[in-house]
């Protein structure tokens, strides 16, 4: 076999320094960013001569512009040679100068290589051989000169494999891939089944399954690396400058992907990692597409790097910052990532990027991409255009060049130019399901790409969405076809998938069942106890497990062979009570400790009270394996974790209460998606203890009342490293830091009466359109301490010093914020917010005359819709504040209905709850009561009287009405009396000329009316 015609490969000649290595630190609360410098060094050596020059650039508006020039060159001399590397050679001898001596192992030809040579290698799979470099790890290849590895015809023909220990894949005996030198390069291979030791020489023997580069002096271009695995840092790659590659399914403690490198238009896909970074740790990366990678902790696609012009999309992380964790990023996407905390971002800093909640930096938007595939725009994409006006590369990943100003993300779309071959396919979380259960679709698109259409069946489609999920309610086979368009393909290239959709089987289970018989598929036959019924399901996703009135205490089952639990759900169905958690118990234990329920993902839990659960470990009153395990409509009082989640440790908890719970972090949830959820009474009483209603997790529409962190060195009454969006954080407590939240985002926010040492509201966080009133602190910052706030009112907070807020920074400034004194920000104002009612702050919407009406600043508006659900934005500018003023009159109207627990997202406006003929607007105007259908404005039968007659009608204490009467239903009315005191059940008032022998017409009105609905 001879070789094509070869490429000269490139060696990138840059240096990387980090401040702060080690293969596994552990996250501490206080990390910050590390920083990442970049120190360029041009090479002198007239021997090198420049092959190519890639323009990198990256433009911080806030922090700082920087030009990196990548000189990419490849050692040559006047006596550079070749030799090569033919797996089925006839005559292997040295040094290897043609194919017909061409060795059998790429490391007798390296070794036979001098600094400046070219190794060229053929087809085959290269598993034999090795050389240690640093300690004693065997590298399948150790290439410790600068020299060129080049593969003749690519990745796909040409692999280096290195090898894994069986059961701990890390170890000694394993062999990593590669190692290259300062100077060296690798291009064309694919580098699989790498690993390396446990211990030895940090990093260089535990680093750098794939391949280990000295610096990122050594370059890896146009390769695959994939299935490779390290004990610390970079699954992938370690250190190196990676160019075109695309790693995936890697795998390491920190940094899956990579760790430590520079990586340029590279995709990352599908690695993890047990700590931080399943993506990438440590690296600066340019024009990537990161997308399905994975963390056991936190930072999902990347974490402590920088990246630009990237896109981010389906990464995830157990706990914080799916997307991404303590980076910097300018013109990225990070979008449809998923995590219990930051589902996003967490601890980042965002420029001129698209990503969601709208993150610390400038010009960034929440729109939502409009992908058409995971990684490529859609011709409508709001991100064309919208990047800063200085590329990260001169070209975008598909070589194509940017425009100006470029778009956001790694993908430029150009009109007239979106054509080539596309592949389309489709990934279902299953195929056959019951009727109710969602399934999850990605799409599959390879190529260029100008839109892409899901068609779901019965006329639903989705456009431009790459990740997607449908259920159905009726049993029937439902094709979902994904349809993907270009310019060479106007009538798409389709893929199909046919989901199979069934009546899901039940099984029963009664507390003191006469005739408990497998597999319980009646209520005459049902099982006692709900292991049993759980048990006997099959693993068809949406299988219904339910469960009637009665406390269920006995049985025991471990889920992970520590802890106990009185039921584990080990399958994805759905776990349901026939009439709810007031007549439905899961009883754990104390002692012995047993776990009330352990949920696996797509497992579903409703209807429950679950009590006096404790554990050891982790979700006293419920464990899930993921927040895709879903907890419903359910109670979780008086449970208790030594370490993490009192009441629950992961899932998606919806409609829940969680009420008097304990644990170290997270007294009441842990790792968790709150919605709509009230969490109440929940503390971390210990010594250090964080979170006493929840720790990292997300918090949508919640109410977070009277939890605590009562001892020294605690933060977080309320909530510790959250996000918390349309939410109330009232009367929480902390014995530090933090007596409403802390290290927390929080949007659209109320935190009123929470109190602690520093930060009675917020502690070193985030705040974007909050009220925060009546707040204290025994020592600074009654109401905000360090916190990042725009668009808030900060107002009648208390504090020895700084009563209102601390800074500690000017970063941490209020920026468009009313409160007192003045702070040198921007757009701030000073004067009183005039609130509706400040009495027991009631009522914290603004009146009509506020200064703080159309004061915010438009650009950092998160949402649609303020904590009332109503428009964000009435007027043209953002108000300050939680709440939007939506009109005269309106103010003390949604007060009113919140008052009675209506909706005040409009909904309620026209509606009768009551039945009794009027409307909310209509009770509220005539001071009647909308929940009691007794409670209306009414006209009773008028009864003669000597003097006349005697006209009554239902009425309100302290309120005055008017009386009018007519002769004929068509008017016209005349005024009768006004100003009549209302009396409590009923008023009369004595017509005394009535018309004798005439109909005559009454009608009343209520006299203090108020402002008309606009």
Known sequence: MKPNAISENLVVNERTEHKEPGPHAARSADRRVREVQIKHQQRADSAVRAAAVVALGCSFPRAFCAFLWLTIAFATSAFAATRYVWQDSPSPAPPYTSWANAAHTIQDAVDAADPGDTVLVTNGVYATGGRAGHGTLTNRVAVDKPLKLLSV???????????????????????????????????????????????????????????????????????????????????????????????????????????????????????????????????????????????????????????????????????????????????????????????????????????????????????????????????????????????????????????????????????????????????????????????????????????????????????????????????????????????????????????????????????????????????????????????????????????????????????????????????????????????????????????????TSGANLSGFTLTNGATPENGGGVWCASVDAVVSNCILSGNSAFDNGGGAFGGTLNDCSLIGNTAFSGGGARNCVLNNCTVFGNSSPYSGGAGGGASWSTLNNCIVRSNSVPGTFTGGGGVRVCTVINSTLVANSAGADGGGAHRSTLINCILVNNSAQSGGGAYSGSLKSCTLTGNSATSRGGGIYASQSDNCIIYFNSAPSSENYFSTA???????????????????????????????????????????????????????????????????????????????????????????SLPTDGSADYADTDTDGHNSWQEWKAWTDPTNALSVLKLLTPQPDPNGMVVSWQSVLGHSYLLERATNASGPFSLLQANIPGQAVTTSVTDTNPANGNPILYRVGVQEGRETMP
């Open 153 to 599: 015809n690519g990745p796909e023909l040409t692999a280096i494999q290195g090898y894994q220990l069986p059961v701990t894949t890390n170890g000694d005996g394993a062999i990593r891939c590669v190692y290259l030198a300062d100077g060296a390069s690798l291009s064309g291979f694919t580098l699989t089944n790498g690993a390396t030791r446990m211990e030895g020489d940090w990093p260089h023997e535990t680093s750098g399954g794939g391949v280990s580069c000295e610096s990122t002096n050594a370059a890896v271009s146009n390769s695959v690396l994939t299935g490779n695995a390290a004990y610390s840092g970079g699954g992938g790659a370690y250190q190196g400058t990676l160019i075109n590659c695309a790693l995936t399914g890697n795998s390491a403690a920190d940094g899956g992907g990579a760790s430590d490198g520079l990586l340029v238009k590279c995709t990352l896909t599908g690695n993890s990692a047990e700590g931080l970074g399943g993506g990438a740790r440590y690296c600066i990366l340019f024009t990537c597409a990161i997308s399905g990678n994975s963390s056991s902790l936190a930072g999902g696609g990347a974490a402590q790097s920088t990246l630009n012009n990237c896109t981010l999309t389906s990464n995830s992380a157990l706990w914080d910052g799916g997307g991404v964790v303590e980076s910097t990023l300018t013109n990225c996407i990070v979008y449809f990532n998923s995590a219990p905390s930051g589902a996003n971002h967490s601890s980042s800093t965002f420029y001129n990027s698209c990503t969601t909640p709208l993150p610390w930096g400038a010009a960034n938007i929440t729109s939502d991409p409009l992908l058409a595939s995971s990684s490529h725009l859609s011709a409508s994409s709001p991100c064309r255009g919208a990047g800063s006006a200085v590329p990260a590369t001169n070209t975008d990943i598909d070589g194509e060049t940017w425009a100006s100003p470029p778009a956001i993300g790694c993908d430029e779309f150009h009109a007239g130019e979106v054509t080539g071959p596309m592949s389309v396919g489709i990934a279902a979380t299953c195929t056959n399901v019951g009727t109710g259960y969602p399934v999850r679709f990605t799409a599959l698109i390879e190529g260029r790409v100008t839109y892409s259409v899901w068609e779901m069946g019965a006329g639903l489609t989705m456009t431009n969405l790459p990740y997607s999920s449908r259920a159905w309610d009726a049993p029937g086979d439902y094709p979902v076809i994904l349809r993907a368009y270009n310019e060479s393909y106007p009538t798409s290239v389709s893929a199909t998938v046919t989901i199979h959709v069934v009546t899901p089987p039940a099984h029963y289970v009664v507390a003191n069942s006469g005739n408990p018989v497998y597999p319980y598929t009646s209520w005459a036959t049902a099982a006692t106890n709900i292991q049993d019924a759980v048990d006997a399901a099959g693993t068809l996703p949406g299988t219904l497990v339910l469960v009637t009135n009665g406390v269920y205490a006995t049985g025991e089952r471990t889920s992970d062979g520590l802890t106990a639990n009185r039921v584990v759900v080990d399958k994805p169905l759905s776990l349901r009570s026939v009439n709810g958690p007031a007549f439905t118990v899961i009883l754990g234990s104390k002692s012995p400790e047993i776990r009330c329920a352990s949920l």
């Open 810 to 900: 000017s970063f941490n400034l209020p920026q468009y914020c009313c409160t007192t004194p003045w702070p040198p920000g921007v757009g701030n104002i000073t004067n009183a917010p005039l609130f509706v009612n400040i009495n027991d702050w009631s009522n914290l919407r603004l009146q009509s005359n506020s200064p703080c009406i159309n004061a915010g600043n438009n650009a950092d508006v998160i949402g649609s819709t303020d904590l009332d659900g109503r428009p964000r934005m009435v007027g043209g500018t953002v108000d300050m504040g939680a709440y939007e003023f939506q009109g005269p009159g309106m103010s003390e109207f949604i007060g009113w209905l919140a008052q009675y």
